[in-house]
């Protein structure tokens, strides 16, 4: 075969490839265009028309899922365009809410740290008087010293000086002041005051500096008498009166001119189940509690013409199952029942009992067994009462310290009473009881109290 004859070949071969690919497309576009028109003949043919298997297959739903969800979401969308007043009020709710909680959360878990001098030494003294064994006076003291302060804790007598150098803490010290005694009064507080004027050397080859007085915290002891007024002695009165109301006010005289000097705060930690609520035979309580209230308002109105703060602590129930001295929460020394009058007995015993028993279950007046609040909730109020720039006046701390205060403000006394199981007693009943039989029953009685 000649050259020429294969350049031919080879020309009707690129030829024939040609041709097939034409055919080929040509031929898939007319079945294409064939199939649809079929298609759309079967959508469009009347119903009855073909049979149901000659029909095309429908196209599938969308997913329950997502159409629920794209439902749900035009619901919405249009709920919000009708409401927009209340959505606009739920949002602010919620948002002010987060924030705020937010911002209680950033407070808790910030670190707080007394200030220190330039060389790094303690300057911040803090003054705590209260009994040195009660719970709150231990641990305040503790905490206080932990967040670098000085701490001072008013003692009466060597024995209370040594409960506090027992702690073994080289910033928790003990500050002797008997109220009792003028002169030795005066001379405490001018050893006090030099203490603080007086240029401190932390270290050797440390710059001098001088401490500073930030605050005076009044701790009266919680410990109440409780019963009937008629078996209230007045000595019982007199104690009570004498240790809480009289020793506080002589020992914030003592430190005003302190206070003055150093524009100093004061604060009043003071019980506030009982006074909110009021209930019968807690009234040395309730009467103690409202006089210091009354003292630290008037206290306040005096020291704010100087820009002086005084704070009031109402103090709920707090755990003090880590802290030791529980016998200063007992509302031990008033009187128990076996020793009442038998006329008293018969008329206000099973109410006594049955009050006490119920508050008891319920963690009111500071027993030792009560569950409560952590202490570390006081450690930061207080802490934030005595360095914060605009502090508060009235600071509510504890389990029960602001719930039970709307309860006794708004809920009548009687039904107060009610749930505290006070019922009333029929005078006709019990106005000549028999002897053995009253006897019988209030061991009875007495026993269940135990």
């Avoid at 020309?11 to 041709?19: F, Q, T």
């Avoid at 199939?35 to 119903?47: D, F, S």
């Avoid at 602590?313 to 029942?337: E, I, M």
């Amino acid at each position: 075969m000649t050259s020429d004859d294969q350049h031919f070949l080879d020309v009707l071969a690129g030829y024939s490839s040609d041709i097939r690919k034409f055919t080929g497309d040509f031929w898939d576009a007319t079945d294409g265009h064939f199939a649809a028109v079929a298609a759309h003949i079967k959508r469009h043919v009347p119903e009855g028309w073909l049979p149901e298997y000659a029909r095309p297959t429908p196209p599938l739903p969308p997913p329950p899922q997502l159409h629920t969800r794209v439902v749900f979401i035009h619901r919405l969308q249009d709920w919000i365009s009708r409401n927009r007043a209340l959505t606009a009020a739920i949002i602010a709710f919620f948002g002010t809410g987060g924030y705020l909680l937010y911002q209680e959360k950033k407070k808790s878990t910030r670190k707080r740290r007394a200030r220190r001098a330039s060389n790094g030494a303690r300057r911040e003294v803090v003054v705590i008087a209260g009994p040195p064994s009660s719970p709150i006076t231990k641990s305040l003291s503790l905490d206080l010293e932990r967040r670098g302060f000085i701490v001072y804790i008013v003692c009466s007598d060597l024995e209370e000086q040594q409960i506090v150098q027992n702690e073994a803490r080289a910033d928790v010290r003990p500050l002797h002041l008997d109220v009792t005694d003028v002169f030795g009064t005066q001379e405490a507080m001018e050893r006090f005051n030099h203490l603080l004027v007086t240029p401190h050397i932390a270290f050797s080859g440390a710059s001098p500096h001088n401490l500073h007085f930030r605050g005076l915290i009044l701790v009266p002891d919680l410990v109440y008498p409780s019963g009937p007024i008629e078996t209230v002695s007045p000595d019982l009165w007199s104690d009570a009166l004498n240790a809480k109301v009289l020793n506080t006010i002589a020992l914030t005289q003592a430190f005003l001119p302190t206070i003055c000097d150093f524009k100093a705060r004061v604060l009043m930690l003071t019980p506030s189940i009982v006074t909110s609520l009021r209930p019968p035979f807690h009234s040395v309580e309730t009467a103690v509690v409202s006089a210091l209230e009354g003292f630290t308002a008037s206290l306040r109105g005096e020291l704010g013409t100087l820009g002086i703060n005084v704070c009031q602590f109402k103090l709920g129930t707090f755990d003090y199952s880590n802290v030791g001295g529980k016998q200063h929460l007992q509302s031990a020394g008033g009187p128990k029942t076996h020793g009442w009058p038998t006329t008293t007995r018969a008329l206000y015993a099973a109410n006594f009992v049955n009050q006490s028993r119920i508050a008891q279950n319920r963690g009111l007046f500071h027993q030792a067994g009560s569950r409560g609040s952590s202490l570390r909730e006081l450690h930061n109020a207080v802490f934030d009462a005595l360095t914060q720039k605009h502090a508060r006046r009235v600071w509510r701390v504890g389990r029960g310290s602001t719930t039970y205060d709307l309860v006794g403000n708004w809920v009548p006394n009687g039904l107060v009473g009610w749930m505290l199981g006070v019922r009333r007693v029929s005078l006709n009943e019990v106005a000549e009881p028999k002897l053995e039989d009253s006897a019988q029953s209030w061991e009875h009685v007495d026993e269940t109290a135990v």
